[in-house]
């Protein structure tokens, strides 16, 4: 590896050990036994490596969400919406979860406004992603309306179940009732499309 990966995965370990707001250049420099000119010379600042380092730690657990051998259920289904549901809270209750990160972006955002601005513009690309996990197919081009309908949907269903899970894991919901109340939203909003008469 060269200098460049070297404090990626260094920033990767400093975030999951200490969060954003604690880490200094100098705990990167330490962990990935680059020197603290390189981290400017690569990736122009401290707080824009950790950016990049959150995203490739995002990245690198999505594949919790599908589970062990991908997903077992009809794509679009609210068997597939409990499905992916059920497997992002496993994911978030295993040791090492850096879903409390996200959290902790929400808070210092203003402190660190390089690391805001970078991930923000990821929130998009996350959305994209999401859609095939629960409607299957491919993901969808950047310029289809599904990612700022759905992609948005479930970006800010995530947001809100890793923020109630980060608060209190015990009352947070679990993926049936999430699945119970997409489905009586879903019940809602037919019965109120039906014609009088």
């Not at 981290?39 to 122009?44: F, L, P």
Request: aromatic letters at 6%; hydrophobic letters at 35%; a negative charge.
């Amino acid at each position: 590896m060269g200098h460049k990966e070297d404090l990626l995965e260094g920033a990767k370990r400093c975030l999951q050990e200490k969060g954003f707001a604690r880490t200094t250049a100098r705990d990167i420099v330490k962990e990935s036994g680059a020197n603290l000119a390189s981290i400017g010379y690569h990736y122009g600042s401290k707080d824009a490596l950790l950016a990049q380092a959150y995203l490739a730690l995002v990245e690198e657990h999505a594949d919790d969400f599908e589970g062990v051998g991908g997903f077992t259920t009809p794509d679009g289904s609210l068997e597939r919406f409990r499905e992916v549901w059920s497997n992002v809270i496993e994911a978030m209750g295993k040791p090492g979860s850096i879903w409390h990160l996200g959290m902790e972006l929400v808070v210092i955002r203003d402190k660190m406004p390089d690391v805001r601005d970078i991930v923000a513009k990821s929130q998009r690309e996350g959305g994209s992603g999401v859609i095939p996990m629960f409607q299957g197919g491919e993901e969808p081009d950047a310029d289809d309306p599904s990612v700022d309908t759905l992609g948005k949907l479930y970006m800010t269903l995530m947001s809100g179940l890793i923020s109630q899970y980060m608060l209190d894991p015990e009352t947070a919901p679990d993926a049936d009732e999430l699945t119970e109340g997409m489905r009586r939203l879903i019940d809602g909003t037919r019965q109120t499309e039906r014609p009088a008469g």
